[in-house]
Structure formats: structure tokens, C-alpha cells
């Protein structure tokens, strides 16, 4: 089956820096989706993204489905943005969804 | 509001105490999934519904049962539930085309 790799596995910025995620998929995937886990454990849809580039205020993702990679970023981090950031990809399986291991993101005042 | 809602939010049980983890969605949606998540491995798929009365397994479906009699609702059935199904359980949603999934808020489950 289809293989998530996300990198860095763990990650500690400063308020006010910015960051890229990385996430890697070893075939071709129908979508791919970006995850907050905050720390009360609560997960939070950040973007569904495919193809393409899409923003939502501080972040913004990108996905190029050729080149099997997508990338999050996060400006201007702040101490909210803190815990763990999963991407997970549907992979023509009709419906498993695989999710890579997580970015723990630590974010210091 | 939109929400995917998960009960109980914890539980505590023994070995071998028959146990349902209640899911419900408001937002129409055809597709839902059962994942647990577990330090070290992430997250994982237990079972996942396509539609109404349609059932899969996912990677780890040993010692789960799941049932998609409405569409609204997808419980998930420990019948003999052990110490390593011990976890952090969610329940999920999408409309499945161009959607994204929506998540409940977890059940922490503690077998002893």
C-alpha cells in the first residue's frame, strides 16, 4: 500500500518564525488532506488539497501530485499553532485513508 | 452547528465487557470511518462505510465490529474488548468527493 512519510518529526520554533512541513507519498493519491491535532487531542481539517495551492490566513499548502509531495506552511507562528500536524492521502483503495506519522510542532513565547 | 459527536469521551472498562462507542453526524454525509491513534503509530483505520448498510475493513478491523443502519450513525462494537485495545478512538465524516473530513473529538478508551 501506499507509504506517508512526514518530516521533520518533530519541530520547536519561536513565536513570530515560520516553518514548511513536508509530507511524501509513494504513489498516486485521489486526495490529500492536512490535520491539526491540538493539544486537548481535538483534529482539525486544515486543507483538503490534491493539486495545487491554497491559503487560509497564517497557512498555506501545496501539493505537487507528480512529484508525490506536499508542503505546509506556517508564518508567523504563534503559540496556538502548537501540536501535532498529520497529512493522510486516499490512495484509489475506495476509501482507506492513510495518515503519515506527524509533526510535532512546539511553538515557545 | 456541523459536528461529528462521539460518546462517551472517556471509558474505563475490563477485559472482556461487551462496549459501543457511539457515532453520530448532522451534516448528511455518506462516507464514515473509525480510526484509533496510539503513541508511536499514528493514526489508523479500523473500519470505514461508504454508504448505508455498505461496511470495510480498514488496517487493524481485528476485535471491532461496526454497523451503518442509518446514515447518520456508525458505532463501533468492542465484543471482547482487551488491553491492547487500549486507545485514543475517533469517529470521522466527509461527503467523500472534494470534502474534507471532519473529525469527533475522541473516546479515550482504557481496558484493564
Known amino acids: 500500500g501506499i507509504q506517508v512519510e512526514q518530516s521533520p518529526p518533530d519541530l520547536i520554533l519561536q513565536e513570530g518564525a515560520n516553518s514548511t512541513l513536508r509530507c511524501n507519498f509513494s504513489d498516486s493519491v485521489n486526495n490529500l488532506q492536512w490535520f491539526h491535532q491540538n493539544p486537548w487531542g481535538q483534529l482539525i481539517n486544515l486543507f483538503y488539497?490534491?493539486?495545487g495551492t491554497k491559503q487560509n490566513g497564517r497557512l498555506s499548502a501545496t501539493t505537487v501530485a507528480t512529484e508525490r509531495y506536499s508542503l505546509l506552511y506556517i508564518s508567523s507562528s504563534q503559540t496556538t499553532d502548537s501540536g501535532v500536524y498529520f497529512c493522510?492521502?486516499?490512495?484509489?483503495?475506495?476509501?482507506?485513508?492513510?495518515f503519515g506519522q506527524g509533526t510535532e510542532l512546539s511553538v515557545k513565547p | 452547528e456541523a459536528q461529528v459527536t462521539q460518546n462517551p469521551r472517556y471509558l474505563i472498562t475490563v477485559t472482556g465487557k461487551k462496549l459501543t462507542v457511539t457515532c453520530s453526524q448532522n451534516?448528511?454525509?455518506?462516507?464514515m470511518s473509525w480510526y484509533r491513534q496510539d503513541p508511536g503509530l499514528g493514526l489508523r483505520q479500523i473500519y470505514y462505510s461508504m454508504n448505508v448498510e455498505v461496511t470495510d475493513k480498514g488496517d487493524v478491523p481485528e476485535g471491532y465490529k461496526v454497523s451503518r443502519k442509518e446514515k447518520r450513525n456508525f458505532p463501533l462494537i468492542l465484543e471482547s474488548p482487551s488491553p491492547n485495545q487500549t486507545s485514543l478512538y475517533f469517529c470521522?465524516?466527509?461527503?467523500?468527493?472534494?470534502?474534507?473530513?471532519?473529525f469527533g473529538n475522541g473516546t479515550r478508551l482504557t481496558v484493564t
Open positions: 488539497i490534491p493539486s
Open positions: 470521522a465524516s466527509t461527503d467523500r468527493d472534494y470534502s474534507p473530513l471532519h
Open positions: 493522510a492521502v486516499d490512495g484509489n483503495q475506495g476509501g482507506k485513508l492513510i
Open positions: 451534516m448528511n454525509h455518506e462516507y
